[in-house]
């Protein structure tokens, strides 16, 4: 991460932080507040991402993800570019770093608290003296204290920020006049709770924290700094307070797709492979143009009028009509090959899969087990959220038209890093989850939890559809399942990700299927633990079984009902910290979407609510 924009030094000196590229298609992304050593920054956005001249940046091509994401930014008024949609976050060298290499941060936000318990003193950074990079200030004539960023700012749904109005605060917004000369203090309690925090003025005014938390009405003006000065958009919305550290301060949607072979799309794939040389291939600098080794390799034995009508369409912006991600996807491991004995995938294949048939054969209620030994997934950020966030659709995607922040003004480009790794693939039967959603007990439990949505759902302009009582089995049996093979594959329970493919009821193909998997970023692939252990799926189901039976907050836990809870847990049924939750990392939808009872028998729960009635 490169130095903050307005700390210009004579000296080339190490970066104020570090962190993965990974990190910054996910946590650390564009409009990200970060703290580092010894200051909180803002991420700047892709207009401030700058690469080593000697290396380049570095592009990845996954033309389903890049032809899906560009309809949906033609819909929102965006451009993505289709030649190199995708780029890695750029890589910074620590032993010869560059001042113009690197992510760019701006210090965020610049009010700042004197650590003095004498003094706790409130203000800008203008009014302090920068000492060793740190900001000290000056408490009387003999003392001179640290100080350090505030730790509120201002933010609305939209995701714009703005610094806390700490003087209108404390004076116009109470109906007292302005003070002609403020001087702030900030007064925490010991637990830091905001009844104990106080803000108070030279001229006696004061006032509690706690009264930011109000419905204060206060307009937002707009503010994306990430995106530099000329950022500031229009916004209806009103600003909250927002503690910079917590959870709800950023959500990043981030969009995957697998790269899976596309039967029909191979020769397009191979054309816009090497597009910067074909897209000026004519019938007559098309022999020329195949001369070339790496266009050679790539067109191999198609015809020339073959490869001039794919560069035309390409041309022309026309696609041909392909399945949304996730279908696309659940197609190709349902269609995988039989497992073969001694079968290893090639060293260029991005994907591998076969079908498992484990000794004893499949439990009862799973279709299909397909082990995966090499996948490859790219992941893009195409923005983010505040305060809330927002739930994708059953393919992964989201609607850029509500609540997402732009990363860059000016880019046709977004962020994205690879992950190469393996995966478990888990269908289940679809005759008997149709037989299961027709039992009266899961209609009723179904009606509950689409009741607690909607009641989720008022506080939100454009809520996504309930994604249905399917998608809750599924989400669930997913998590139990991460918890139950993490003890024996090898990888911890956060190293493993879920993959959810669900249907809605009519929608072809039937989908009820999860995809459990591990990669690294920046690796060639995994070891093979959690392939192997997935053909001992009956074993890991049973004891997922035994862990979603019983939880130890029951029976509060499982006769929990999202209907009209007073607690506001409207997206949960049975399920908590103590049977379901994993690590947000391995979950799509932030533990949300999640009921035990819909699984494996639960207390207080007729024994039909369950798909999984007995132990496997």
């Known amino acids: ?49 700058s690469w080593d001249m000697s290396h380049g940046r570095e592009a990845i091509q996954e033309p389903r993800l890049r032809d899906t994401l560009a309809e949906r930014f033609k819909e929102a008024g965006r451009e993505l570019s289709l030649e190199n949609a995708f780029f890695e976050p750029p890589v910074g060298d620590e032993r010869e770093p560059k001042r113009y290499a690197g992510v760019q941060v ?14 706790r003193a409130l203000l800008r950074k203008d009014g302090l003296e920068l000492k060793r990079g740190r900001y000290r200030h000056q408490c009387d004539r003999a003392v001179s204290t640290e100080c350090v960023p505030v730790r509120f700012a201002a933010a609305c749904r939209r995701g714009h920020l703005e610094e806390w109005p700490w003087i209108a605060f404390l004076h116009e917004m109470h109906g007292a006049a302005r003070c002609a000369a403020p001087n702030l203090r900030l007064e925490e309690g010991a637990t830091g709770d905001f009844s104990e925090i106080w803000v108070s003025c030279a001229c006696r005014q004061r006032r509690p924290l706690s009264e930011a938390t109000a419905e204060l009405k206060l307009p937002c003006r707009g503010e994306r700094p990430w995106l530099g000065p ?32 596309e039967v029909g799309r191979e020769l397009e794939q191979k054309v816009r492979e090497v597009w910067d040389v074909l897209k000026a291939a004519t ?38 009509t392909r399945d949304p991600l996730r279908t696309a996807e659940f197609r190709q491991f349902t269609a995988s090959k039989p497992e073969a004995p001694g079968e290893l995938p090639a060293p260029d294949e991005d994907f591998f899969a076969r079908a498992a048939k484990p000794e004893g054969g499949l439990p ?18 195409i923005g983010f959220t505040r305060l809330e966030s927002v739930a994708p659709d059953l393919q992964g995607e989201f609607d850029l038209g509500v609540q997402s922040a732009m990363l860059g003004l000016l880019t046709d480009w977004l962020p994205a890093t ?17 037989a299961w959603e027709m039992r009266p007990a899961v209609i009723e439990r179904g009606r509950e939890l689409l009741a607690g949505y909607d009641a989720w759902g008022r506080g939100i302009p454009e809520p996504p559809p309930f994604p249905g009582v399917r998608f809750y089995l599924l989400h669930s049996l997913a998590h139990l399942v991460i918890t139950a093979i993490s003890l024996e594959c090898g990888y911890a329970a956060s190293a493993i990700r879920e993959r959810i493919y669900c249907s809605r009821a009519g929608e072809d193909p039937p989908m009820a299927a999860i995809l459990l998997s591990t990669g690294t970023a920046g690796t060639q692939g995994t070891l093979g633990g959690l392939v192997e252990q997935g053909r001992g799926l009956r074993v890991h189901l049973r004891r997922a079984f035994d862990l979603g039976k019983l939880c130890s907050n029951d029976p509060v836990c499982a006769r929990h009902s999202p209907e009209g809870d007073p607690a506001e847990r409207y997206l949960e049924g049975a399920a908590c910290h103590g049977c379901v939750f994993v690590a947000e990392c391995s979950c799509e939808r932030f533990n949300r ?15 039909a609510l369950a798909f999984f009635g007995e132990r496997p």
């Open 1 to 49: 991460m490169a130095r903050a924009r307005n700390r210009a030094r004579a000296v080339i000196q190490q970066p104020d932080g570090r962190v993965r590229r990974s990190q910054v298609v996910t946590t650390f992304g564009p409009g990200a507040l970060v703290d580092l050593v010894d200051q909180a920054v803002l991420v700047g956005g892709l207009d401030f991402w």
């Open 106 to 119: 701006l210090e965020f936000p610049q009010w700042f608290v004197c650590q003095n318990p004498r003094c």
């Open 593 to 607: 979407y999640l009921d035990r009872a819909l699984v494996v028998p639960s207390i207080g729960h007729a024994p």
């Open 364 to 381: 009862a209620g799973i279709g299909r087990l397909v082990i995966a030994p090499k996948l490859r997934e790219v992941r893009t950020q």
């Open 418 to 434: 690879e992950i190469r790794g393996e995966g478990v693939f888990v269908q289940l039967d679809e005759a008997q989850v149709a």
């Open 230 to 261: 000329e950022g500031r958009e229009g916004c209806e919305e009103h600003l909250r307070l927002l503690v910079r550290t917590a959870s709800h301060a950023y959500f990043a949607q981030t969009v995957s797709a697998l790269s899976i072979p």
């Open 283 to 320: 019938a007559e600098t098309l022999p020329a143009f195949r001369s070339i080794p790496k266009v050679q390799v790539r067109l191999g034995a198609a015809s020339d009028a073959e490869v001039l009508a794919v560069v035309e369409a390409i041309k022309k912006g026309r696609r041909v």
